[in-house]
């Protein structure tokens, strides 16, 4: 006989706290796998990769968690995030030492910025440099390059030189997906997270909410192609007071249901499964749909305590390259099923 929801979740919570402790690296970062794949969408390598990014987007699911387990992670986990940082307060998705350079960007810089806050962490104010990234209409463009701001402030031109180099002026442009211009709506739902309701990102909220109306989750980012990140980012902001999100949680709460199967998973994947989960608890959305998702968690469990890894996201609108890894899978897991946990509280 099955056991109850809420206590399979809890010894299935507690196996996957010691695989978290076990696979987090002596730095505190969460290692981060990259897989290619070739044309017919089989995946051909699967490599090593690091990035503050994911760590960071990672580890802010435990923060639903007041275990010890969750608080050592976190710590270990800022420490690699601040080592990351860069003047005056700002991050790229490949941090210090990696070969590979692109310029720094608003959405590792916000996740980042919003773990530090979290966990108590004071960071350098680079709000004048959030409101001078925005287009005409309010929403923040994703990449912090020359061209993309008009102003004489001087730190931003301090920044900018230090992104004279060829790498980063020309080639990233010619050689990826990325363009100076770029506007994704998973990173405007990152920067609201961040910097919440306000003057700031009233044109962003709008933008986010006019994309779930629309249904234009899928289209409006290249580098998230999986709607269950965007809800997870809404959720996570309208956690942290973005009550505008109201508007649209009924819509997302219907989405995340007519994806979900009868047993509960999304695609059969944890990750979009669990996103989808944690989103609908942080709006505090009907529960039917979360109680079969955590109880097909819980079941689809390693052994070890992880669960598998899945893309988080890929490296354009195409499927060639995708970032993700077991451990990023289990710590957005756990944010799903202690704030299950929590409900039943």
């Not at 290619?36 to 969408?41: K, L, P, Q, V």
């Not at 580890?59 to 976190?74: P, T």
Request: proline share 4%.
């Amino acid at each position: 006989m099955r056991a109850e929801p809420a206590v399979s979740a809890a010894r299935a919570l507690d196996r996957a706290r010691r695989f978290l402790v076990s696979a987090q690296r002596a730095t505190g970062e969460l290692p981060v796998e990259r897989t290619a794949y070739d044309d017919s969408g089989k995946e051909r390598s699967v490599e090593p990769d690091s990035s503050p990014f994911l760590t960071a987007f990672a580890v802010l699911g435990l923060c639903a968690d007041d275990s010890r387990e969750a608080h050592e992670v976190r710590a270990r986990a800022v420490t690699f995030v601040e080592s990351q940082r860069e003047w005056p307060g700002v991050w790229r998705f490949w941090g210090r030492g990696m070969t590979v350079s692109v310029p720094p960007d608003l959405d590792t810089t916000s996740v980042c910025q919003t773990l530090l806050a979290r966990e108590g962490r004071a960071s350098r104010s680079i709000a004048w440099l959030y409101r001078r990234s925005r287009d005409r209409t309010g929403r923040f463009r994703t990449w912090l390059t020359p061209g993309n701001i008009r102003t004489l402030h001087p730190v931003y031109w301090l920044l900018m030189l230090r992104e004279l180099h060829p790498s980063r002026l020309i080639l990233v442009w010619r050689t990826t997906s990325a363009h100076r211009r770029d506007r994704d709506v998973v990173v405007n739902a990152n920067v609201v997270t961040f910097l919440g309701d306000g003057a700031t990102t009233d044109g962003a909220i709008r933008w986010i909410i006019e994309t779930v109306q629309s249904g234009e989750e899928e289209t409006r980012d290249k580098w998230y192609h999986d709607r269950e990140v965007l809800y997870l980012a809404i959720g996570r902001a309208y956690a942290g007071g973005v009550r505008r999100f109201d508007l649209v949680s009924d819509l997302i709460s219907r989405r995340v249901a007519e994806r979900t199967s009868p047993e509960g998973d999304i695609a059969g994947s944890a990750l979009r499964t669990a996103m989808g989960a944690a989103a609908m608890l942080h709006l505090g959305l009907p529960r039917t749909t979360v109680e079969r998702a955590i109880a097909w968690l819980v079941d689809a469990q390693d052994a070890d305590g992880g669960w598998p890894s899945a893309p988080l996201h890929y490296g354009g609108p195409g499927r060639a390259r995708s970032w993700g890894a077991r451990a990023v899978t289990t710590a957005l897991v756990v944010e799903a099923i202690a704030l299950y946990e929590s409900s039943h509280a």
